[in-house]
């Protein structure tokens, strides 16, 4: 379920998928190097809490989804089921919802190391 700056997904457990709550915040916030995502993620997978928080920069905020895959992932929750992204439509409105808020326009560019780094594929330098 979705509503702007803040999408819901729910899944009751069956026989091939974990149960699972998740709701994942976000609000935009703008400092002196340029605007910013905030996301915050809680609710629980199969029985397991999860509480987290991600920021990412405007030109990469619309990889939420893989950040918020890491998250689980350091709670021991491996989200190898695609039930836990399936829910195309809500996210499909995310994205429209953060282009709305940063003022995103297609084509802008995008800070590949930030991307990599924000991704875990480079290290910092």
């Known amino acids: 379920?979705?509503?702007?700056?803040?999408?819901?997904?729910r899944q009751?457990?069956?026989?091939?998928v974990p149960?699972?709550?998740?709701?994942?915040?976000?609000?935009?916030?703008r400092d002196e190097a340029g605007a910013r995502v905030?996301?915050?993620?809680?609710?629980?997978?199969?029985g397991q809490v999860v509480h987290d928080r991600f920021c990412l920069r405007r030109d990469v905020a619309y990889n939420?989804?893989?950040?918020?895959?890491?998250?689980l992932r350091?709670?021991?929750?491996?989200?190898?089921?695609?039930?836990?992204?399936?829910?195309h439509?809500?996210?499909?409105?995310?994205?429209a919802d953060l282009r709305q808020r940063l003022q995103a326009r297609p084509g802008e560019p995008v800070d590949l190391q930030r991307f990599l780094l924000d991704r875990g594929e480079?290290?910092?330098?």
């Open 19 to 29: 149960g699972y709550r998740l709701c994942l915040d976000y609000s935009v916030c």
């Open 1 to 9: 379920m979705f509503r702007p700056g803040r999408v819901e997904v």
């Open 38 to 46: 905030e996301f915050a993620l809680d609710g629980e997978v199969a």
């Open 89 to 95: 439509q809500d996210y499909d409105r995310v994205f």
């Open 12 to 16: 009751q457990p069956s026989a091939r």
């Open 122 to 125: 480079v290290k910092p330098n």
């Open 64 to 71: 939420f989804l893989h950040c918020a895959g890491r998250c």
């Open 74 to 87: 350091r709670h021991g929750i491996r989200p190898t089921h695609p039930a836990l992204f399936a829910f």
